[in-house]
Nanobody, 114 residues
Framework: QVQLVESGGGLVQPGGSLRLSCAAS????????MGWYRQVPGKQRELVAT???????NYADSVKGRFTISRDNAKNTVYLHLNSLEPEDTAVYYC????????WGQGTQVTVSS
């Protein structure tokens, strides 16, 4: 069993920044593939960023150059730095970890509005 606890969401003005955190705990024996999705009501979820156990990263085109995913393996924590935020980035952001199944965080709301 794995638990993911997210934090860091909130309300920010366009052009602002946030840092989301996702701390994993439980039965984690190996460094796992992790990442972030975001969900807007009425739209399909979008894979935002992924990070491999070795730290290799991938980003959706919509966030490339603005968001940065990183991890601290000692803390079993993955981060998402959101920069130059746009209203279109407003969503619930969910982190995930891949083991024998996919574990999800509880979601954290990011709202970008003036």
């Amino acid at each position: 069993q794995v638990q993911l606890v997210e934090s860091g969401g909130g309300l920010v003005q366009p052009g602002g920044s946030l840092r989301l955190s996702c701390a994993a705990s439980g039965n984690i024996y190996l460094t796992r593939f992790m990442g972030w999705y975001r969900q807007v009501p009425g739209k399909q979820r979008e894979l935002v960023a992924t990070i491999s156990p070795s730290g290799m990263t991938n980003y959706a085109d919509s966030v490339k150059g603005r968001f940065t995913i990183s991890r601290d393996n000692a803390k079993n924590t993955v981060y998402l730095h959101l920069n130059s935020l746009e209203p279109e980035d407003t969503a619930v952001y969910y982190c995930y970890l891949v083991d024998s199944r996919v574990y999800w965080g509880q979601g954290t709301q990011v709202t970008v509005s003036s």
